[in-house]
């Protein structure tokens, strides 16, 4: 498929659009389906973060033009005495350059409406293939996704103003979004859960700098909760409580009931930080195995 053709959207099958237009969505498939659709929305999503990143580019050398062109404009104009070829020919260049800015910006505008978050390509596929051997046949995977950005307002949890320190004013925004939650059917008859939570934290720091010049930085870090769980297999498996209990000593691992079922679910929260923009670091599918292998050790058959 070429890339005219994944970036439009009326191209694309329906379902596909619906995710991309309401951020996420919610449904059960077999494990060929879920492939299927996820390979084509991640095919998308990837060019539409290649698109916005080239136009990112293309607005920072605009912007860099702009002022080159300004400048060699005005200092070309002052050399040759007023001349009108000089400053129409260096008007000229200047607008082009404007128009390309402005168009830039509102195509990567258009672009960020439609872009996903990429915890599905980095995490949820990747898992999908590992344990693929070991999906029950013609079971369901039952599937949650919420692909906003996940730090967009109304994901905004508090918003409260810090002790300043060496700044004049020290704001901090907090941020939670579900971005995933599956059940997944093994051939053996357990079922794995996994959900991943982000909680994104800014930091806008308002300060003066050696010359009185009134500053702003703004600072992000991450917070991802990776919970994985396992549910026995009707009689066939029990969880050992004794394993629970020794691995509770240095994990957040707990046991758990719902509607009869008991389950045992182990969290991880990473942290990452960054001084520009939302840490992209991505849950490493590697782990998330781990974790279910780690869960999975702890079951025994049932007496």
Known sequence: MSSEEVLTLNRLPSEIQETIKNKGICAKKRLPEWLAFLNLLAQFDAQVDESSHALGKRILLCGFLLF????ISIFALGMSGGNDLVGIGGGGVFVIVLLVFIVSIVKRMRLNKINL????????????DLLAEDFAPKGNIALELKLGYPAASERMLSERQLPPGRNKKLIERRYRAEVLHAVIPLSNGIRLLLDIVKQPVSYDRYYKNPRGKHKH???WKMLTLVTAGVIPAGEDFAINAAAVEKLAATEKVKLKEKRGEQFCCLTRKIKTKSGSGIPQEQVAPEQVVAMFMRLCSMLKRAE
Do not use: M, N
């Not at 978050?117 to 999908?128: C, E, H, I, M, Q």
């Open 68 to 71: 080159a062109t300004l400048f």
């Open 117 to 128: 978050d990429d915890s599905f390509r980095a995490t949820l596929l990747p898992v999908l």
């Open 217 to 219: 930085k703004k600072k």
